[in-house]
């Protein structure tokens, strides 16, 4: 007799075989995935240790500047007593030199009382280019007659140097105009002041023409 032919062997071996493959391809996605977290991983690492770095050199250097702001500051409550003492001695120096000269403060009724000019008060308008000085002056005729004011107001830098003319009572050709202050009456003259090669002007003198 001879033998029946086995009909389940061929389907179990393709079966097997099937099993197989899948299970290479298992393996393999498997690989493939914990080789991408791993990538994925030290990528990840790699860019908290960039940022920790960063991290660590931008406190670096805001204690740098710290500790560098703190001597500067340092330095300068050393210097201030000797810088007050110079500007002093300036101040001084030009009073001795110049007694007549009074200092220029801004946004403040300065008192005169000479003659028929009473006050002055200076302000800065403007900023960094464009800061320019006003003045705004008082007189008051007091007298019976009739006044024509003719008055100077120079200005002086801080070591006495003369930086600004205004005149009041005169045409720019420095012929007198016919403006009169009326017996009783007050009156504020405003105008800017021209100054030289920019100078800051921290005196000035009020002069009276007779």
């Known amino acids: 007799m001879y033998p029946l032919p ?9 079966k ?9 391809y298992r393996r393999s996605s498997r690989t493939k995935l914990i080789f991408f977290l791993a990538i994925l991983s030290l990528v990840e690492a790699a ?7 960063q991290l660590a050199l931008s406190e670096q250097e805001n204690l740098e500047l ?14 201030r007593p000797e810088v007050e003492k110079l500007r002093a001695d300036v101040a001084s120096l030009t ?10 403060e801004f946004d403040k009724v ?7 000019v009473k006050n002055i008060v200076f302000t800065v308008a403007g900023k960094d280019s464009d800061k320019h000085y006003e003045y705004k002056i008082v007189m008051h005729n007091s007298g019976l007659s009739l006044i024509h004011p003719e008055v100077d107001i120079l200005f002086f830098d801080r070591v006495g140097v003369q930086v600004g003319l205004s005149k009041i009572g005169f045409h720019k050709d420095g012929t007198p105009n016919l403006n009169m202050l009326e017996r009783g009456e007050v009156r504020s003259f405003s105008s800017s002041v021209d100054l030289t090669d920019d ?6 003198r009020v002069k009276i023409h007779k």
């Open 6 to 14: 086995n009909r389940d062997s061929a389907p179990t071996t393709d």
């Open 16 to 24: 097997a075989e099937s099993y197989l493959r899948g299970g290479k």
């Open 47 to 53: 860019a908290l240790l960039i940022l920790f770095i």
């Open 66 to 79: 710290t500790i560098l702001e703190k001597n500067q500051a340092q330095e300068l409550e050393t210097l």
């Open 95 to 104: 009073a001795s030199r110049l007694p007549n000269l009074a200092r220029l």
């Open 110 to 116: 300065i008192p005169l009382e000479l003659d028929y």
């Open 199 to 204: 100078a800051k002007p921290e005196y000035f």
